[in-house]
T-cell receptor, first 111, second 115 residues
Framework: KQEVTQIPAALSVPEGENLVLNCSFT??????LQWFRQDPGKGLTSLLL?????REQTSGRLNASLDKSSGRSTLYIAASQPGDSATYLC??????????FGKGTSLLVTP | NAGVTQTPKFRVLKTGQSMTLLCAQD?????MYWYRQDPGMGLRLIHY???????AKGEVPDGYNVSRLKKQNFLLGLESAAPSQTSVYFC??????????????FGNGTRLTVT
């Protein structure tokens, strides 16, 4: 069974710092990997989707990389802002229709 | 553009009661999903649908039923609620299957408490 682990579980940084969130998965036979953001009391917002044949995706200040062979992905956030404070979730698709989610990294960016 | 709308937002049930959660999407998506989110467990797929009139079981389907009579709506039913079904329920939809290149769009969730 696919296991998705996110490290760290929580992170607090001052505004302006660049930061990296980590995601690892045990079964490398994935179709894609997705990063989501979840604000308190809200649903999930899709940030980036990386197909298995791709190495990275970028959107604004966000960059996600994928190393399928080692079972790792990183989400890089440049020049962090207080508005980036949220929980970030990583999920992979192996087969079927289920996304296998990690438990998330709770990020706090302080002014 | 409303996206994915879930009703109700909150509900408290007594053990044994029944209820239906409604999900509506206005993006003409074929694929719809119901997930539950529990502390320490992450999100898990309950049921999903690959098109109008179809439903299929996900990872944790026991105690739930679903229907997709119209393309834009996906209903999740609890016939006899149990305390173990206390959770936050999320509906999601996508244009292509989850293994493709279209992301999932999530609703804001329904917080259900069963006493």
């Amino acid at each position: 069974k696919q296991e998705v682990t996110q490290i760290p579980a929580a992170l607090s940084v001052p505004e302006g710092e660049n930061l990296v969130l980590n995601c690892s998965f045990t079964d490398s036979a994935i179709y894609n990997l997705q990063w989501f953001r979840q604000d308190p009391g809200k649903g999930l917002t899709s940030l980036l989707l990386i197909q298995s044949s791709q190495r990275e995706q970028t959107s604004g200040r966000l960059n996600a990389s994928l190393d399928k062979s080692s079972g790792r992905s990183t989400l890089y956030i440049a020049a962090s802002q207080p508005g980036d404070s949220a929980t970030y979730l990583c999920a992979v698709v192996n087969s079927g229709y289920a996304l296998n989610f990690g438990k998330g990294t709770s990020l706090l960016v302080t002014p | 553009n409303a996206g994915v709308t879930q009703t109700p937002k909150f509900r408290v049930l007594k053990t044994g009661q029944s209820m239906t959660l409604l999900c509506a999407q206005d993006m003409n998506h074929e694929y719809m999903y119901w997930y539950r989110q529990d502390p320490g467990m992450g999100l898990r797929l309950i049921h999903y649908s690959v098109g109008e009139g179809t439903t299929a079981k996900g990872e944790v389907p026991d105690g739930y039923n679903v229907s997709r009579l119209k393309k834009q709506n996906f209903l999740l039913g609890l016939e006899s609620a149990a305390p173990s079904q206390t959770s936050v329920y999320f509906c999601a939809s996508s244009y292509r299957p989850t293994g493709g290149n279209s992301p999932l769009h999530f609703g804001n969730g329904t917080r259900l408490t069963v006493t």
